[in-house]
């Protein structure tokens, strides 16, 4: 056999090689993702604002592993850093946004007539807001495209602005995966996580129990004063 093929022979195996490695990985968790009905047309018009996510996790926590090119090699590990716990609990937070939009919930921040529209016009009736508790990944990228999974688990918390309380508490996780590099392969994996708070039944009949009681009880308030 010539040299050139043995050599050829030899790249191969290792490119076999590198994939075993990589599938034989930690594997996705097993976690199911639930789909969160709308409201819109449900009569619940309370408002909501969502805070920044908290981290909690240290820098250099382990998240994962990136393995790199067309054929997934020089995996390397992936942490928390500076960068993460600074940006991401906003960027989570405007994933949240996004899907309570989506979804036919209102945000406390749009709908005014202008921008000097008073605070009382645009204060929320409830906040959401979590706290990141884990983040794990096996991924293989080129440029910005990945493939693999990625998992994230988050404690929610509801605040009612009227009860100055916390009225809901929720822990979810959420798992997206993709055989096919795709760019947002992280954002789906928050939008997972969220999307199971969000399905949880007690979150939309908790806004709407609560605002209902608080119309209830102004409408009362102004019979009495009139």
């Known amino acids: 056999m010539s040299r050139s093929a043995l050599s050829l022979i030899a790249v191969m195996l290792g490119v076999l090689s590198s994939s075993a490695s990589l599938a034989s990985g930690a594997p996705a968790p097993d976690v199911i993702k639930h789909e969160p009905a709308s409201v819109a047309g449900a009569g619940i018009t309370a408002k909501l604002a969502v805070k920044p996510l908290t981290i909690d996790m240290l820098d250099g926590d382990t998240m994962g592993h990136v393995s790199l090119g067309i054929f997934c090699l020089n995996e390397q590990p992936r942490t928390v850093n500076a960068e993460f716990l600074k940006s991401y609990g906003s960027y989570a937070a405007g994933v949240m946004n996004q899907e309570l939009k989506r979804l036919g919930y209102n945000l406390a921040d749009r709908g005014q007539s202008n921008a000097f529209d008073a605070d009382l016009n645009a204060a929320p009736d409830f906040r959401v807001g979590g706290i990141i508790r ?61 999307d199971n708070f969000l399905a949880d039944a007690a979150f939309a009949e908790q806004i709407k129990a609560e605002y209902e009681v608080y119309k209830r009880v102004v409408t009362e308030q102004k019979l009495t004063l009139d």
């Open 134 to 194: 884990d983040v794990k990944f096996e991924t293989c990228a080129i440029g910005q495209d990945v493939k693999g999974w990625v998992y994230f688990k988050v404690s929610w918390a509801l605040y009612s602005e009227k009860e100055q309380k916390v009225v809901l508490e929720r822990v979810t996780e959420g798992v997206a995966k993709s055989d096919d590099r795709i760019p947002d392969l992280m954002k789906r994996g928050l939008v997972a996580v969220i």
